[in-house]
C-alpha cells in the first residue's frame, strides 16, 4: 500500500505528523501534488479547540486542510480535468 505523511489532529489541541496509508487510485480518480492547504478558521478551529459540535463525517483522528491548492499529476481515464 502507498503511503504519505500528513498532519493529524488525533484529539483537541493534539497534532502529530505521522503516516497514512492511500487508496489505490481508481478510473475515476485524480492524484494531486498539494502544493498549499489552508486551515478554517470555523471548522478546524471548533475541533482544534474542541468545540465542534456533532457532524457527520467531522471526528478524531482528522487530517485538516479541505482548502488546497495543487497540481493534478495523474487523472484516471473516466476523471475529468478542467481545460489549461
Do not use: C, N
Request: hydrophobic share 40%.
Amino acid at each position: 500500500m502507498k503511503s504519505t505523511y500528513a498532519i493529524i489532529l488525533k484529539e483537541p489541541r493534539h497534532l502529530v505528523l505521522d503516516q497514512v496509508g492511500l487508496v489505490d487510485m481508481t478510473d475515476q480518480d485524480v492524484l494531486v501534488e498539494v502544493l498549499w492547504s489552508g486551515i478554517s478558521t470555523g471548522t478546524e478551529r471548533l475541533l482544534w479547540s474542541g468545540r465542534m459540535p456533532h457532524f457527520p463525517g467531522l471526528q478524531y483522528p482528522l487530517v485538516p486542510g479541505y482548502e488546497t491548492v495543487g497540481i493534478v499529476r495523474e487523472a484516471g481515464s473516466a476523471s475529468r480535468t478542467m481545460p489549461t
